[in-house]
């Protein structure tokens, strides 16, 4: 049986054009700065989000590590989204390595904050029981909350903020290319008022492993160094770089497909009985759908997709994420809305 698998576009497999440009790939020792595969994709990185330095790491996680340690000195605070990656799942990294303490502030559905309350989380200096606050986080796209983008008005209204008291600003972009697709602007435009940024070369774009994480000189050269504290410094990643290079240059605007798919899959699903959904939430690639009482458990639920062949996630409560990718088609969205709508039928109680 074919397998729908719209768990994550980090599902997607490397291209033959990347496998090809990696089996073919000039390399050096990276940790010496010699790869010059790594170097070229750095720069294309860096030039492509505006800034003057990139930095190859394994994973979204790593940079996102990373730029905490850059920024904050042990026992600063350092400010998230109360439904940012950083805070749900990165294993309590930036505590636990950066020894930083995490203080939250509210995402509205599409993963904005208010520039008040971000304001009111600042520690004001001179108050010698308070932390230090060193870094804001945010995030775009919104992974948990609806695949949100924001705009570079949104951005720079925190980012404002955050400077006028001192606090540098990192952007998880693991998708920020979804976010400059949704919106059709230049990259470089949604991470002008950010300090640094990181994004994910694995998920929609296809390749099989990596990150890159952007930002004035001084800092990647800082990060550099906590890339080589962590394990993160690779000899001849220039194998692993020459699939980024590709995905840059290849699978940026077919993102655009993504988007059409996810949308489409949730004007289908906002249709089925005892889902809701608002199709009018989701301007990227990821869905969340949201089981009414009446089909019962969640899990049950996710277990009979699993066995008509849709996998999917489960971000907790009782909602259900769906993520579009390179290896779902049209086709494959329309067989997906099925199986829902049949599972939801064979689950749906009579209201008691
Ligand atoms: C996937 C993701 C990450 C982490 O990336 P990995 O490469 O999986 O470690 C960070 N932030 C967001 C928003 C993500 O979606």
């Known amino acids: 049986m074919p397998v729908i698998d719209l768990r994550s576009d980090t599902v997607t497999k490397p291209t033959e054009e990347m496998r090809a440009a990696m089996a073919q790939a000039e390399v050096g020792d990276d940790v010496m700065g010699e790869d010059p595969t790594v170097n070229r994709l750095e720069q294309m990185a860096a030039e492509l989000l505006g800034k003057e330095a990139g930095l190859l790491t394994s994973s ?28 749900w799942n990165e294993v309590a990294g930036a505590a636990t390595l950066a020894a930083v303490q995490v203080r939250t502030v509210p995402n509205d559905s599409q993963g904005r904050m208010d520039p008040g309350d971000v304001e009111a989380s600042i520690r004001p200096p001179g108050n010698i029981h308070f932390p230090r606050t060193s870094l804001l986080c945010l995030e775009n796209t919104h992974n ?88 993160g410094g690779m000899r001849q990643a220039g194998v692993i770089a020459a699939a980024g290079v590709v995905a840059l240059e290849t699978m940026v605007d077919r993102l655009a497909e993504d988007h059409s798919n996810a949308s489409r899959l949730a004007s289908g699903l906002s249709q089925v009985p005892g889902i809701r959904l608002d199709p009018g939430s989701f301007q990227t690639n990821i869905v969340f759908l949201e089981l009414e009482a009446e089909l019962g458990s969640v899990h049950e639920f996710i277990s009979r997709l699993n066995q008509h062949g849709l996998k999917v996630s489960y971000p907790g409560g009782r909602r259900i994420r769906l993520v579009t990718h390179r290896h779902i088609s049209p ?22």
């Open 144 to 231: 948990r909350c609806n695949g949100g983008v924001l705009t570079p008005e949104d951005t720079r209204s925190v980012s404002e903020v955050a400077h006028a008291n001192g606090v540098a600003v990192h952007l998880d972009g693991a998708r920020v290319f979804n976010a400059a697709v949704a919106l059709e602007v230049p990259a470089k435009d949604l991470v002008a008022d950010v300090d640094d940024v990181s994004f994910c070369l694995s998920k929609g774009l296809s390749a099989p492993v990596g990150s890159v994480l952007c930002g004035s000189q001084e800092f990647v050269e800082q990060a550099r160094k906590w890339r080589k504290m962590l394990g």
């Open 60 to 87: 979204g996680t790593m940079s996102n590590l990373i730029a905490a340690l850059s920024h904050c000195r042990r026992g600063d605070e350092v400010i998230m989204g109360s439904e940012g990656h950083m805070f």
């Open 331 to 352: 086709g494959d969205v329309e067989q997906a809305v099925d199986i829902v709508a049949k599972v939801a039928r064979e689950q749906r109680k009579p209201a008691a």
